[in-house]
């Protein structure tokens, strides 16, 4: 695994770090979510068409995102990488992180795989019985809507579990 | 050899093309949804037309009306962030809300994409009013027309210092700053902010006094009214006769199923029990405008003037099908060629955003048999010239 403190870096020099990861041979590549470093989930994406085996991470500080925009991008990610989104997610308050990785996972659900039929004889687009209502109020983060798109091909990307040291690419 | 500098063209990429009914062409691909080939290809084709920038919309949200077409299916800075890794030199602007996301998260968003397309960005800056946002990011409602635009101006100042003092984004790099909103307040607000401004405008004169009034609007905050260029939505159905054309138009209008035609009138704030085929006998206002799209009424409501009576739900519906009160043009290359040349020399566009009826084939319809008229025509450049969007369409601005 790699993960890269990207504060201050731009974007472009990361891609080209994430690109050499995986010719090492590297599986994993983290980026980190910090105010001061390139949108991790928006450098991943530019990191996807230029790779094809290594997994994408984005981390996400939970103080500072609402779940229903993390979930977009995280799905987008999917997509784009051809399911080789992951992500990661850390914060102070352990309750907020709970609810943030519960949310998210809601929202990412919310539509049954296949949900999509684009039946054109019929004129269904998407079978809307299989799209679930997310009502949620908690103490963070509220939302009365499922998300706005189904999800990418591993469904709810794998999140990691174990502690990411970020270091400073070299 | 005209000497006003060339159009900027910005292709309006919905996956399957702008009209609602296209997804159900035999041609279309609508299970490609997610898939980044389809849009890269489209990228690369609009690329090939010397094409200043790909534009993707957005509006957040769960939207039923998915049901029966094709929504917005991706996030749309992270795809573009894909797509400006995948393909050189076209622009890559994207829709971001000022309402749900924090000037810090636009900022940073912005910044990426700017410095990932090496100063190809775009931002297109819209006001969220639809009740559908608002519900993903559980609020009650969406601020009012007239408070999330004076917001708007601080969130706008808020992320240009940003860009500059943090990222240090600065010049031709900066994300071009686009916006869409006909009102008085939207106006004013592209006095101010913005280099370029979208605009829903279906007739000539219409669209000149729009653009003059920009201008002058620009004029009176101390701007030249060059640095702001003025795009009308242009929805194209392209075919080498007029009656090809007209079928095309036919073969998309009969992909509109009720369920459509309700739910694109819902966007507009007509109650979902109304009668489609019921003549209008009253004005559309007295279906009581929401807060959402307030300008957009008014378009519609001309429209439906220009409609032979009787005037019904469902031939309103199929008369903005696709291009929703934009200028609508179903013909011949060398008709659409000759519409785009009168705009442009009338005074009523610097350009247009061009909304594909169908893809796959729309955007490659109009590269093949429009663009190489307009080229010949010196109307529009042959060649990329300037690395940064900023610079392609204001190559004499020094700074600003």
């Known amino acids: 695994m790699t993960a890269f403190d990207t504060r201050h870096r731009l974007a472009a020099d990361v891609v080209d770090a994430g690109v050499r990861a995986e010719s090492r041979g590297e599986s994993v590549l983290v980026l980190i979510d910090h105010a001061d470093a390139p949108d991790p989930a928006l450098v991943l994406a530019a990191v996807a068409p230029r790779t094809s085996r290594i997994r994408l991470v984005a981390h996400v500080d939970s103080s500072a995102t609402h779940p229903y925009s993390f979930a977009r991008k995280l799905v987008a990610l999917d997509k784009l990488s051809a399911g080789r989104a992951g992500w990661y997610v850390t914060d102070t308050v352990e309750a907020r992180r709970d609810e943030f990785i519960d949310l998210t996972e809601r929202l990412v659900s919310s539509w049954e795989p296949g949900a999509l039929v684009a039946d054109k004889a019929a004129g269904v687009y998407v079978d809307v019985s299989r799209v679930h209502p997310v009502e949620h109020d908690g103490i963070y983060w509220s939302t009365q809507s499922s998300l706005d798109v189904g999800p990418g091909p591993q469904g709810v990307p794998p999140r990691l579990t174990e502690d990411v040291t970020f270091e400073v690419i070299s | ?400």
């Open chain 2, 1 to 400: 050899m005209t000497t006003r500098p060339p159009l900027t063209l910005f292709a309006e990429f919905h996956h399957s093309g702008d009209h609602e009914g296209a997804w159900r062409l035999p041609a279309a691909e609508p299970a490609r949804v997610d898939d980044l080939e389809y849009y890269r290809k489209l990228t690369e084709t609009a690329a090939r037309g010397r094409f200043d920038s790909v534009f993707f919309a957005d509006f957040v949200g769960y939207d039923p009306l998915v049901e029966h077409c094709v929504r917005w299916p991706y996030e749309p800075t992270t795809l573009l962030s894909a797509l400006a890794s995948s393909v050189p030199d076209i622009g890559v602007v994207a829709t971001g809300s000022t309402v749900f996301d924090s000037p810090e998260q636009i900022a940073r968003k912005f910044a990426t994409l700017a410095q990932l397309s090496g100063g190809r960005a775009g931002w297109n800056i819209v006001t969220t009013g639809a009740p559908s946002a608002a519900k993903s990011f559980g609020r009650a409602a969406a601020p009012t027309h007239a408070d999330r635009y004076a917001a708007a101006h601080g969130v706008v100042e808020h992320v240009e210092k940003l860009w500059s003092q943090q990222w240090g984004i600065t010049g031709a790099n900066r994300p071009l700053l686009v916006q869409a909103g006909a009102s008085d307040t939207g106006r004013d607000f592209a006095a101010r902010h913005a280099d370029v401004v979208f605009t829903a405008t279906p007739d000539l004169d219409a669209a000149v006094q729009f653009r003059s009034d920009v201008r002058s609007r620009a004029v009176a905050v101390g701007r030249h009214p060059d640095s702001i260029r003025v795009l009308p939505g242009l929805f194209v159905a392209l075919g080498s006769t007029d009656r090809e054309a007209r079928a095309l138009r036919d073969s998309l209008d009969a992909g509109l199923s009720d369920g459509t035609v309700r739910g694109v009138l819902a966007l507009y704030g007509v109650p979902a029990l109304a009668d489609l085929d019921a003549p209008l006998s009253d004005s559309l206002g007295s279906f009581g405008a929401t807060s959402g799209i307030t300008s957009r009424l008014d378009v519609l409501e001309r429209i439906a003037r220009t409609l032979p009576e009787p005037v019904t739900l469902r031939a309103l519906v199929k008369s903005i099908a696709g291009s929703r009160g934009h200028l609508r043009f179903i013909g011949t290359p060398d008709a659409a060629t000759d519409l785009i040349a009168e705009w442009y020399e009338r005074g009523a566009a610097d350009g247009f955003v061009v909304k594909f009826s169908h893809n796959p084939g729309g955007t490659d319809a109009f590269v093949d048999t429009v663009i190489p008229h307009l080229q010949r025509r010196g109307i529009t450049p042959t060649d990329y010239r300037a690395e940064s969007l900023r610079d392609r369409l204001f190559p004499q601005e020094t700074s600003s």
